[in-house]
């Protein structure tokens, strides 16, 4: 089979020409964010890793004590509390550990001050900025359960920039959308997809838990307790379920002013 560039060009103006012709599903269209939206994701992309930074610190500091036999809280007074601690048998700490556990220390001290700058920026952002990103952050905050790392990380990513005609669109985006298997006789659900955004998909769910909790008398809450209150396995299959329902209300809810059905505003 031949392989050539104007082989490829040639198929590639086919397909458009299927496309323009009215046969949409020829190619796909992606959507492709501005260079202002683009850079608007580094803010909560870069706090993520901090977040992971910090937790990977705080366990190599805990670590390298429980090789030697100690355990103990990681407080501000730690580099002088070194000082004064032995091992588990009661030998003094080594030199190089102390050393090493001190610049750790002093990582995640530096690590800990970049997230609470970032967060007070964030703040300054939601308060100060007049944008479209931030109107819907602050009206997405409105709902009880929905905080303002979650909703920045929505708008972000996912509604100030794409443009969803429907619902399938929007669930297929986040990777919640079914995978049913269904041929001659056999029939089974796959899952999900798990072919759109990760960021966005995880936080769905983390989402729906706190849905179930601060907006109990919801619909959705309600369909959930309804289908999937029996039993530790069907709750975590359905909390996807709850997910993807959720994600689709917060769409309507900032597209057409549609507040989820029983869900409570917090109070202003």
């Given amino acids: 089979r031949a392989k050539t560039d104007k082989v490829d060009v040639k198929?590639?103006?086919?397909?458009?020409?299927?496309?323009?012709?009215?046969e949409r599903?020829?190619?796909?269209?992606?959507?492709?964010?501005?260079?202002?939206?683009?850079?608007?994701r580094r803010f909560n992309r870069e706090r993520e890793r901090l977040i992971k930074e910090h937790g990977a610190h705080i366990a190599r500091i805990k670590s390298l004590l429980v090789q030697h036999g100690v355990r103990t809280p990681i407080g501000r007074n730690f580099p002088e509390w070194l000082e004064t601690i032995?091992?588990?048998?009661?030998?003094?700490?080594?030199p190089n550990l102390k050393t090493e556990l001190v610049r750790e220390y002093e990582?995640?001290?530096?690590?800990?001050?970049?997230?609470?700058?970032?967060?007070?920026?964030?703040?300054?952002?939601?308060?100060?900025?007049?944008?479209?990103?931030?109107?819907q952050i602050i009206t997405l905050m409105q709902l009880r359960g929905v905080g303002p790392q979650s909703s920045w990380i929505l708008?972000?990513?996912f509604f100030v920039w794409?443009?969803?005609?429907?619902?399938?669109?929007?669930?297929?985006?986040?990777?919640?959308?079914?995978?049913?298997?269904?041929?001659?006789?056999s029939q089974r659900e796959q899952g999900i997809s798990k072919a759109g955004s990760r960021r966005v998909r995880s936080l769905m769910v983390e989402l729906g838990w706190l849905w179930l909790r601060y907006q109990p008398d919801s619909k959705l809450s309600r369909w959930?307790?309804?289908?999937?209150?029996?039993?530790?396995?069907?709750?975590?299959?359905?909390?996807?379920?709850?997910?993807?329902k959720l994600l689709i209300?917060?769409?309507?809810?900032?597209?057409?002013g549609v507040i989820p059905e029983g869900a409570v505003l917090k109070a202003s």
Wanted: net charge positive; charged share 35%.
């Fill in 155 to 157: 708008v972000m990513e």
């Fill in 86 to 94: 032995g091992d588990g048998l009661g030998n003094e700490l080594g």
């Fill in 224 to 244: 959930f307790h309804s289908r999937f209150g029996v039993g530790k396995r069907f709750r975590r299959v359905g909390i996807v379920a709850l997910a993807r």
């Fill in 162 to 185: 794409r443009k969803f005609k429907n619902r399938r669109e929007l669930a297929a985006c986040a990777g919640l959308t079914p995978t049913p298997y269904d041929s001659g006789s």
């Fill in 249 to 256: 209300a917060l769409w309507r809810y900032l597209e057409k």
């Fill in 25 to 40: 599903k020829a190619v796909s269209v992606v959507q492709i964010p501005t260079l202002d939206e683009e850079d608007q």
């Fill in 107 to 135: 990582r995640l001290q530096l690590v800990k001050r970049q997230i609470g700058e970032l967060q007070q920026e964030q703040k300054r952002r939601i308060k100060e900025e007049k944008t479209k990103a931030m109107e």
């Fill in 11 to 22: 198929a590639l103006l086919r397909l458009l020409q299927r496309y323009l012709n009215g």
